[in-house]
């Protein structure tokens, strides 16, 4: 499924996310930047041993915010950038989950663009290992996409949701069809 907003697209797909073609993938890391299981582990290691490296080279990110590095081994694949966006821990929603998810987000977008990418790709960011709840995470990610479009960005044109599981995909369809 697919909607324009402004001149982006916003479109959503099944699948692993080391297999989208984009000019950029986002990773859901670790305020740490360590690695670790999930969509992180998948990106960690389609990029190769150097991505951990560049990783610590940073030293970590604020919880809510993003960085971004080469993506080495990704490069093969027409992957310029991986951004690590660093959401939230499910704390139970009255601990700004819902502010520090759309950041994660907003910070993603923003190095996209003004690193000239024209697609981005992202996954489902802490609704695996980070238990936010998908129910409240899919619009907050579709609003914030949305919304990012509406702002005219400079390059970018494409915004993919790579989703892991048919229920992702169902969640996040429902929420790009309301959005407005
Ligand atoms: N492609 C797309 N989506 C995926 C993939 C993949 N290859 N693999 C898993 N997902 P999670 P979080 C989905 O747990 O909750 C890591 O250890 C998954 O089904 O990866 O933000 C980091 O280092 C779910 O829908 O991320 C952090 O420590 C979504 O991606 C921590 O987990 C997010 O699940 C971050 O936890």
């Not at 009255?94 to 996209?112: P, T």
Request: proline share 3%.
């Amino acid at each position: 499924m697919e909607r324009r907003f402004a001149d982006v697209v916003i479109e959503l797909a099944l699948g692993d996310i080391t297999r989208v073609q984009a000019d950029a993938i986002v990773t859901a890391a670790n305020s740490g930047l360590r690695g670790g299981g999930g969509v992180d582990g998948a990106v960690h290691r389609a990029a190769g041993p150097q991505l951990l490296k560049a990783c610590r080279a940073i030293g970590g990110c604020d919880t809510g915010s993003a960085v971004i590095t080469q993506a080495y081994e990704l490069e093969e694949r027409g992957v310029a950038y991986v951004i690590h966006a660093v959401g939230p821990v499910w704390r139970g929603g009255s601990s700004g989950e819902a502010e520090l998810l759309k950041g994660a987000y907003s910070k993603s977008l923003e190095l996209a663009d003004t690193h000239e990418c024209t697609s981005v790709a992202f996954p489902s960011i802490s609704t695996g290992v980070y238990h936010f709840p998908l129910e409240q995470a899919a619009p907050i990610a579709v609003h914030e996409a949305a919304t990012f479009a509406g702002q005219r960005p400079k390059h970018l044109k494409r915004i993919i949701f790579s989703l892991f599981d048919e229920k992702t995909l169902g969640v996040f369809s429902s929420a790009l069809e309301a959005e407005r």
